[in-house]
């Protein structure tokens, strides 16, 4: 199985920061990779795919980048609503496995 | 509406079984792949299983942890799809996600997440 991991675990930031998460896969997984998040007590939300694509409806200032093993999610000027947990994906094989999250705090 | 709605979570004993049911609206069902995603308490995600759609013959796949137990189907003139979970362990306990996945340029990504359903294994 491929694995997927994510630094930081957690991190603090403030109104208007340039974020950035990394993920790592075990193997190379071209750009078979998906960025969601998730805020508390409510379902994940699709945010990119194919590593830089961004879903339709989500602001453009998400962006993602990377291929391989080594990708970021970068958030260019965090907001209030922007708190919450993000997850990468891989969807290059069969099991299709998450990273542990990255919990971004104020 | 473009919706997703679980339902069929509850309480059940280990050992048991429960079948839970997605209902899709505002989109063609059969043109997509359809996953079930779960979240344990307090924990990341975990990729359950997939049912892929008609042009590819409904074929399935499941995660190793769930696989000779769980069984995802559909049911095209419902709209609906199904996860029939036997042999329940405490370990199941989890919000369960259903997941519609779209193709975009040979990528089948995750696209459309309904609210989640809570299953909890106990006695």
């Known amino acids: 199985d491929i694995q997927m991991t994510q630094s930081p675990s957690s991190l603090s930031a403030s109104v208007g920061d340039r974020v950035t998460i990394t993920c790592r896969a075990s193997?190379?997984?071209?750009?078979?990779l998906a960025w969601f998040q998730q805020k508390p007590g409510k379902a994940p939300k699709s945010l990119i795919y194919?590593?830089?694509s961004l879903q339709s409806g989500v602001p453009s200032k998400f962006s993602g980048s990377g291929s391989g093993t080594d990708f970021t999610l970068t958030i260019s000027s965090l907001q209030p609503e922007d708190f919450a947990t993000y997850y990468c994906?891989?969807?290059?094989?069969?099991?299709?496995?998450f990273g542990g999250g990255t919990k971004v705090e104020i | 509406e473009v919706q997703l709605v679980e339902s069929g979570g509850g309480l059940v004993q280990p050992g048991g079984s429960l079948r839970l049911s997605c209902a899709a609206s505002?989109?063609?069902?059969?043109?997509?792949?359809m996953d079930w995603v779960r979240q344990a308490p307090g924990k990341g995600l975990e990729w359950v299983g997939r049912?892929?759609?008609?042009?590819?013959?409904?074929?399935?796949e499941y995660a190793a942890s769930v696989k000779g137990r769980f069984i995802i189907s559909r049911d095209e003139s419902k709209n609906s799809l199904y996860l029939q979970m036997n042999s329940l362990k405490t370990e199941d306990t989890a919000v369960y996600y259903c997941?519609?996945?779209?193709?975009?340029?040979?990528?089948?990504?995750?696209?459309?997440w309904g609210r989640g359903t809570l299953v909890t294994v106990s006695s």
């Open positions: 194919a590593a830089s």
């Open positions: 505002g989109f063609t069902f059969s043109d997509h792949y």
């Open positions: 193997q190379g997984i071209s750009n078979y």
């Open positions: 994906q891989h969807y290059h094989s069969y099991p299709l496995t």
């Open positions: 049912t892929r759609n008609k042009a590819n013959s409904y074929t399935t």
């Open positions: 997941v519609r996945t779209s193709s975009s340029s040979g990528h089948w990504h995750f696209d459309l």
